[in-house]
Every structure is written in structure tokens, then in C-alpha cells.
């Protein structure tokens, strides 16, 4: 209430006289004249200002940014492998003591590849020396295994069949001791020759693979016939599974293989069993040759070094019944030659399994023709009029003593004009039994062919050497003549008279018809 009285009270005031009056005045030309001026000024400064940082970012540039540019380009030709990049250092440069130390490190690390290019070759340089010299020293090793094959395989193959007659002559018990000794170390003695050859052999190329289609079944029946015997005397149990499969491979280097397979199997195998059989891949186009074992196994370290020669397992005193070390580096490489996958798989105290790839043979080829491996059923070699040509007497004296002994009609010659000579005289051999090497240059396969001509007829024919040559193997294949290694094991030579006297046979009712 007292503020409104008091409000009313000062309006109600009078107002007081003016004492006088201001005029300020503005020129809007000036104006617009002092905003062009604080305008060109703005510009100006901006200007120069901009002109300023452009200056400030040239001399940057050159200052900071184009040495920055520079190291990183040269750090990154040096990373490209360009050790021999540098760059140019100038007295004013602000990086200069980092590209100098740039230069440095590029320097030595040039000088070091350079040294370690040099080390590299020369160490590249002494391995192709020992790699020269270690193929040389191969390379003369085969050579001298060539050389001395022949006249090693002379007297060994002399002394074989000296002792499988002596063997045919009535003893007494101790005499019959005595020689039974004896064929067991000369067939010891056969067994290490017979392994060198095949490593020699296989080493130096001369295996010449000859695929054909042949049944299973006959590979299976000759080995466990060979085999039986030596399972029966440990008192195991040689288990072969019946197979009607055929297969294209090399029946030789096949037979070698599961041999040797089988060998290692019984040796190692002190109780129990051994196991051949095959089965079907997957693929329909293979099967595995597989030999199981219930043996001492083989631990995982020694898995890779089974395969190398004369390696054995627990045999550091080289107890000749386990075997010489060379059965599974055969099978190896033998297995490679063919390129047939080998696999192992073992367990110490569980026995191993080898098993081996093999192609079938081709759709229609399995029953064209009959395998060469089954022996057919024929008579004994008794009565059988063979011709021996051999040059070494005391080989050719063997060779027809023991012939003799198997109630052989047995004729010797020691060159092709004493084979001729026979021949003139009418006796007509059924089998020719030749060795290769002759006097006076001549060859059994070219002494062959001329009694062949003399003879009017195909005598079946074969050879006995002691060169283990793969040129005289592709030139008996390719005469069709049968080829045995000396030594020859009497077994071996009397299976091959037998299936020669047939082919003898099969001639004669062939010219009868």
C-alpha cells in the first residue's frame, strides 16, 4: 500500500526545462572508406601470413622433410636387397650424422653378404668335391664288384657243386657231420654273394624291370615250399593265404622282395606265427602283398634305419643266423624300382606288418596265358643229354660230376669247336648248358646260336656267368635264354633242366606231329 502512494508520488512530479541541445553528425562515405581500409589490411595481413607459412614450409622442407624423404627412400632400397645404395650427405644437412650412419650399416652389411656369399661358394664348391669324390669312390666300388664278381663267383660256384656231390656219396655219421658243416657255411657264403650282387646291382642301374601279368597264387605255393622247412625247424607257424589274383609286375624282383620279407619275419620270430597273404585296395586297381609277424617288433627309433645297410637291430656281435642287414635295404630298393609303396608298421613285443602296393593285371591278360612261376609236372632230369661248355676245368669237372650223379647223359666242351665236334659225332644234346665267357673271344649266347644252326633245330639253351653286367642280361632276354649267377645252386640249376627237358619234349612232339 505504501509503494503505490510512493510511485504515484514521483509521477506526479513536474518535469524540468531543457538547458540545451547535441547534434553529432556521421559521414557514411568515411565509413565505408575506413571498412575498405581495415579490409585491405585484413587481406594484406592474411596474405602475408599465408606467405609467410609457405616460405616457413619450403625452408621445412628442405630443411627437414626431404631428408626424411631421402633416408626413407634409401632404407627402403637397402631393404629391397640394394645394399649397394648410398646417400649423399651435404655438410648442412640436418640429418647428416643419420644418413652417414645409414652408409655404415649398408656398407658392412654389403661386406657381409659379400664374405658370406664367398663362404657360401666355397662351401658349396668342397661339398661338390666330396660329392664328386664320394660318387667316384661309388662309381669304382661297383667297378671293382664288377671285376672281381667274375672270378670271386668262379671257384665259389665249383665249390658249390664239389660239395652237392660230395653230399650224394655214402658216409658214416661223423663224415656226414662233416659235410653238412661244410654245405651250410658254402651256402652262407653264396647267401653274402648273392646279397652284394643284388645291392651292387641295384646301386649301379643294372636291374632292368620286365613287367608281365603272372598269378599270386604260383609267387605264394614257391615261396612257402621254400620257406616250410625253415619254419618247421624254429617251430613256427608259416600261415599262407590262398589267392586268385593276378597281377603286372616283375615276377623276379616280386619273389625278391617278399622273400626277403619273409626271411627277416622267421628270423626274428621266436614263437608264434608268420603270416602271407593279399588283400584288395580300395581302388579296385590294386592289392597289398602283406607278411605279418608275431616277433620281437621294432622300436620307433629304429624304424628309418632298418632300411640301411648292414643295420640290425640288437645284433652288434654280427651273429651270422640273424642275417647280414642287407634284406630290407634290398626290399627297399627294390620296392623303388618298381614304385610300389612299401609301409611298416611295428611295436616293440607286438610284431610287424609290411605290406607292399602291387597294380593288378589288366582286365583280360589274367588267364591269356599261363604263369611262368608254377612248375609244370614233369619227370626227373634222369636220362636228359646235355652239352656243358665251359672253359674253367675244374667249374666244368663239377658241373658234369654232379650232372652225372643226377643219371644225366652229360657231354663237356670247353670252346664252341670241341661243341661242334660233338655234334658232328651225333650227339645231339636235348639241353645246352653254356657259360658266357669263352676262350679266344667267344660268347655262349653266339656259341648257342651256331650249335642251333649246326644242329638244324632250337635246342633249349641257357647260360651261366659270373658278370653281373645289365648289358648281358638284356642280351640273354633278348636271345629268349634263360640266365643263372654263379655260384648256382644245384636246386636251382636241376629246376631249370627240368622245365628246359620240357620245352625239350614240347619240341619233339611238335616236330613228330
Not at 622267421?266 to 593279399?278: D, H
Not at 602283406?290 to 632300411?307: K, Q, R, T, Y
Request: charged share 20%; hydrophobic share 45%.
Amino acid at each position: 500500500m505504501q509503494d503505490n502512494t510512493l510511485g504515484e508520488a514521483i509521477s506526479a512530479r513536474p518535469t524540468p526545462p531543457a538547458a540545451g541541445h547535441v547534434l553529432v553528425e556521421f559521414s557514411r562515405a568515411a565509413l565505408r572508406q575506413s571498412e575498405r581500409q581495415m579490409l585491405w589490411t585484413g587481406i594484406a595481413i592474411t596474405l602475408g601470413g599465408l606467405l609467410f607459412g609457405a616460405l616457413l614450409a619450403v625452408r621445412l622442407g628442405r630443411g627437414v622433410i626431404r631428408p626424411v624423404a631421402r633416408v626413407a627412400r634409401l632404407i627402403d632400397r637397402i631393404g629391397a636387397g640394394e645394399l649397394s645404395a648410398r646417400a649423399r650427405v651435404s655438410p648442412d644437412d640436418p640429418l647428416r650424422a643419420v644418413q652417414q650412419g645409414l652408409n655404415l650399416m649398408a656398407q658392412r652389411i654389403e661386406s657381409g653378404r659379400d664374405e658370406l656369399e664367398q663362404r657360401i661358394a666355397t662351401a658349396t664348391l668342397a661339398l661338390r668335391e666330396k660329392k664328386e669324390e664320394a660318387e667316384a669312390a661309388n662309381l669304382s666300388k661297383s667297378r671293382f664288384l664288377a671285376a672281381a664278381s667274375h672270378d670271386l663267383r668262379q671257384p665259389m660256384h665249383a665249390l658249390g657243386l664239389f660239395v652237392a656231390r660230395l653230399g650224394q656219396l655214402p658216409h658214416d655219421a661223423p663224415t656226414r657231420d662233416l659235410v653238412g658243416s661244410l654245405e651250410e657255411s658254402v651256402q652262407a657264403l653264396q647267401t653274402l654273394l648273392d646279397a652284394l650282387l643284388d645291392v651292387s646291382r641295384l646301386e649301379s642301374g643294372a636291374v632292368q624291370v620286365q613287367l608281365r601279368p603272372f598269378a599270386l597264387a604260383d609267387l605264394f605255393e614257391q615261396l612257402r615250399d621254400s620257406l616250410a622247412l625253415s619254419a618247421q625247424q624254429k617251430g613256427l607257424r608259416l600261415r599262407v593265404r590262398p589267392t586268385p589274383v593276378w597281377v603286372l609286375s616283375d615276377s623276379a624282383l616280386l619273389h625278391r622282395i617278399v622273400l626277403n620279407l619273409l626271411g627277416n619275419a622267421l628270423r626274428y620270430t621266436a614263437t608264434g606265427s608268420v603270416l602271407l597273404a593279399c588283400r584288395p585296395c580300395f581302388d579296385a586297381q590294386h592289392v597289398r602283398i602283406e607278411v605279418w609277424d608275431s616277433g620281437i617288433g621294432i622300436a620307433p627309433e629304429h624304424h628309418l634305419a632298418v632300411f640301411n645297410e648292414f643295420y640290425q637291430v640288437g645284433n652288434s656281435e654280427r651273429d651270422r643266423n640273424k642275417g647280414l642287414g642287407l634284406g630290407l635295404s634290398i626290399v627297399e630298393r627294390s620296392a623303388q624300382l618298381l614304385g610300389y609303396p612299401l609301409q611298416m608298421r611295428s611295436r616293440v613285443g607286438a610284431g610287424t606288418r609290411f605290406s607292399l602296393r602291387v597294380p593288378l593285371a589288366p582286365p583280360g591278360q589274367a588267364h591269356e596265358r599261363r604263369s611262368a612261376l608254377r612248375p609244370s609236372r614233369f619227370d626227373d632230369v634222369g636220362g636228359l643229354r646235355v652239352l656243358v661248355i665251359e672253359d674253367d676245368p675244374l667249374v666244368r669237372d663239377a658241373l658234369l660230376s654232379l650232372l652225372a650223379s643226377w643219371r644225366v647223359d652229360v657231354a663237356g666242351a670247353d670252346a664252341l669247336a670241341a661243341a661242334l665236334q660233338l655234334l658232328k659225332n651225333g650227339a645231339v644234346p636235348d639241353v645246352i648248358v653254356a657259360d658266357y665267357r669263352l676262350p679266344g673271344g667267344e660268347n655262349g649266347i653266339e656259341v648257342i646260336r651256331q650249335l642251333r644252326a649246326e644242329a638244324g633245330c632250337l635246342i633249349p639253351a641257357c647260360l651261366i656267368s659270373g658278370d653281373t653286367d645289365a648289358t648281358l642280361l638284356q642280351a640273354a632276354q633278348a636271345a629268349s635264354l634263360s640266365l643263372l649267377h654263379k655260384p648256382v645252386r644245384p636246386a636251382k640249376l636241376r629246376s631249370l633242366l627240368r622245365r628246359l627237358s620240357l620245352a625239350a619234349q614240347m619240341d619233339c612232339a611238335d616236330d613228330g606231329a
